[in-house]
């Protein structure tokens, strides 16, 4: 059984950082793909990062890029989602997702698609507000 638990969100002024964590349980396979989606009250969830362990990429949402950066440790199986210079568009509901790759399998540009992830977290509440 996999277990994703995500940590870390909360209420930021705009400008400010926090750094989410997905802390992985049950997990027995080498490559994969985890990652961050969003979603904001109305809106459809999407994709914001994401990384994949079997060829060492990392992706962005074009509204994140050079303000996000995903990185993950092995030794405790968690990835960080540190997120700077956050907007209040950056709002909303954090949902760490997960999906086990077989060898000479990537994800690639199908990165941001919710349908790839067969695991998810419960979410964490993300406010930027002043």
């Known amino acids: 059984q996999v277990h994703l638990v995500e940590s870390g969100g909360g209420l930021v002024h705009p400008g400010g950082s926090l750094r989410l964590s997905c802390a992985a349980s049950?997990?027995?396979?080498?490559?994969?793909?985890r990652g961050w989606f969003r979603q904001a009250p109305g809106k459809e969830r999407e994709g914001v990062s994401s990384?994949?362990?079997?060829?060492?990429?990392?992706y962005y949402a074009d509204s994140v890029k050079g303000r996000f950066t995903i990185s993950r440790d092995n030794a405790n199986d968690t990835v960080y989602l540190q997120m700077n210079n956050l907007k209040p568009e950056d709002t909303g509901i954090y949902y760490c997702?997960?999906?086990?790759?077989?060898?000479?399998?990537?994800?690639?540009?199908?990165?941001?698609?919710?349908?790839?992830?067969?695991?998810w977290g419960r979410g964490i509440q993300v406010t930027v507000s002043s």
């Open positions: 049950g997990l027995t396979w080498d490559y994969y793909a």
């Open positions: 997702a997960h999906e086990r790759l077989p060898t000479g399998i990537f994800v690639g540009s199908r990165w941001n698609l919710p349908s790839v992830y067969t695991y």
């Open positions: 990384l994949s362990t079997s060829d060492g990429s990392t």
